[in-house]
């Protein structure tokens, strides 16, 4: 029933959004964003001002970001939706208390809707929830599933009412992407990582094998074990730790080199650095006892 009253209540949103664009053929402010794009100042200010979190404006459009906030917050129903609850326990407007929305889980979903439930939809650590503009009106335009949380149902998301929302002008998209990306982080979502507001964790380093005697000439070093947070391949790079006894390293750029040990007995230190693909690096070291004294 839910399902149908957001679906009902987003269908006069696009009359409003069109009403909007009309505005154009009046003499109206207009406030030009670095984007290239107009907006009316008007809506740029109010947005700016019914905006229920403080904004980052750091490399963004302030007209554009306005304007998006003007769209999110007082022509859509984007809170009713991706906010839970909507509104905090003393500024519920539905029980005649002056308007207070849920600041501290603004965007960050958590509303079920039968087998779904709203997404947290605020910027993480690592950026945008969308990843980029790109994405965004992929998802906006045609409604995919970039999560692909519920294969089994539907490729395209349900409930929200993107059928309405791809008819929105790129200004207009651009300016709520512009918006969503400048608000807080939040943590908490279904299928989030964790610690999504705070620094992203890096990749383990695993090298081996550990505390390892040995009287062949030639062995197989392993860091198969590191491992990245978000499962992308890692780059390998293998070396002599400093100060110790040089042996040759052969493929020092992949998971498992090989090592030759020129002379012995003597312990060889070894360093593996992993990096992932944002460039984030860890690093271990491991030990080989090499004891054969000839050959």
């Known amino acids: ?13 696009l009359a409003v959004v069109f009403t909007i664009g009309a505005i154009g053929m009046f003499d109206v402010p207009i406030a030009e964003a670095q984007s290239g794009y107009t907006y009316d100042a008007d809506a ?9 979190v403080p904004l980052n404006f750091a490399g963004r ?10 769209l999110v917050n007082a022509m859509g129903g984007c809170n009713d939706c991706h906010t839970n609850p909507n509104y905090s326990a003393d500024g519920d407007p539905f029980k005649g208390m002056p308007k207070k929305i849920n600041v501290a889980g603004y965007m960050a979903g958590g509303i079920a809707f039968g087998p779904f439930t709203s997404r947290n939809i605020t910027p993480s650590v690592e950026g945008p929830v969308t990843g980029s503009l790109t994405n965004f009106k992929a998802l906006m335009r045609t409604g995919v599933d970039l999560r692909k949380l519920h294969p089994q149902i539907s490729t395209l998301l349900q409930v929200m009412p ?22 807080p982080c939040v943590e908490g979502g279904p299928e989030e990582k964790p610690n999504r507001c705070g620094t992203p964790a890096g990749p383990t380093a695993v090298a081996g094998p550990k505390d390892l005697t ?14 990245s947070t978000d499962g992308s391949p890692l780059k390998y790079r293998w070396s002599n730790a400093a100060g110790s006894a040089v042996a040759a390293l052969s493929n020092a750029d992949t998971a498992t080199p090989i090592v030759q040990f020129p002379t012995g007995p003597a312990p060889y230190i070894f360093d593996l650095t992993v990096t992932d693909s944002a460039g984030r690096s860890a690093t271990d070291k491991v030990t080989v006892n090499f004891a054969r004294t000839a050959f």
């Open 44 to 52: 740029v200010q109010k947005g700016l001002s019914i905006s229920p």
């Open 162 to 183: 993107w059928p309405v929302y791809q008819d929105l002008a790129d200004r207009d998209l651009d300016a709520i992407f512009a918006f969503l990306s400048s608000i």
């Open 214 to 227: 040995t009287f062949s000439n030639q062995i197989q070093l392993d860091g198969t074990k590191s491992a």
């Open 61 to 70: 459009d302030r007209n554009q970001v306005g304007y998006g906030s003007y």
């Open 1 to 13: 029933m839910k399902q149908n009253r957001v679906r009902q209540l987003a269908m006069p949103l």
